[in-house]
T-cell receptor
């Protein structure tokens, strides 16, 4: 089974631009979460999508947004880029079956990330 | 809010040395605890997990025990190899109210280098 794929792997943008990152979850996985990794702040949760709905959101400004499509693929968008947005953006997919709410834990499988550099 | 504190390193060891990476957490309720590993240029891989107090997670020679009384989840390995060189993250998660995917809260990461 193919793993989580993220495109593009590397991206260079300039301040003020906007960017869209894509994540394709493992086949059958219905939840996608996004994380930002920086040397200073470490790994921080951005948001989580399930069935095309955002169900959980981290403490990031409104410039960070996302969406999920009916095939569970997800995109995240960052508008008006700032130098501080330079980071590795990781997405993680999770299988949530019909009985997902009864499970004690649903493992998140991470993709390789998209390295965004803002100049 | 919930938080995870782990020794930041870097940690440099010789092959076959004993490894301990300390991790403590602050959380309400009963979180699940994890260790993730990140190899250069790659995403995160789940190394081991424990979902309740006194559980021991183990994988590839690594072990960690969920200690509720000390709110700790220290990672140990008896004999490290060069191939263990990576960044290790301690993390916790709380079950989301709607029963969906839990949000992971990570420590800062510990870079481990193992020399031959």
């Amino acid at each position: 089974k193919a793993g989580v794929t993220q495109t593009p792997r590397y991206l260079i943008k300039t301040r003020g631009q906007q960017v869209t990152l894509s994540c394709s979850p493992i086949s059958g996985h219905r939840s996608v979460s996004w994380y930002q990794q920086t040397p200073g702040q470490g790994l921080q949760f951005l948001f989580e999508y399930f069935s095309e709905t955002q169900r959980n959101k981290g403490n990031f400004p409104g410039r960070f947004s996302g969406r999920q499509f009916s095939n569970s693929r997800s995109e995240m968008n960052v508008s008006t880029l700032e130098l501080g947005d330079s980071a590795l953006y990781l997405c993680a997919s999770t299988f949530l079956g019909l009985a997902g709410g009864l499970k004690s834990y649903n493992e998140q499988f991470f993709g390789p990330g998209t390295r965004l550099t803002v100049l | 809010g919930d938080s995870v504190t782990q020794m930041e390193g870097p940690v440099t060891l010789s092959e076959e040395a004993f490894l301990t990476i300390n991790c403590t957490y602050t959380a309400t309720g009963y979180p699940s605890l994890f260790w993730y590993v990140q190899y250069p240029g790659e995403g995160l891989q789940l190394l081991l997990k424990a979902t309740k107090a006194d559980d021991k997670g183990s994988n590839k020679g690594f072990e960690a025990t969920y200690r509720k009384e000390t709110t700790s989840f220290h990672l140990e390995k008896g004999s490290v190899q060069v191939s263990d060189s990576a960044v290790y993250f301690c993390a916790l998660s709380q079950k989301a109210a709607q029963g969906g995917s839990e949000k992971l809260v990570f420590g800062k990461g510990t870079k481990l280098t193992v020399n031959p």
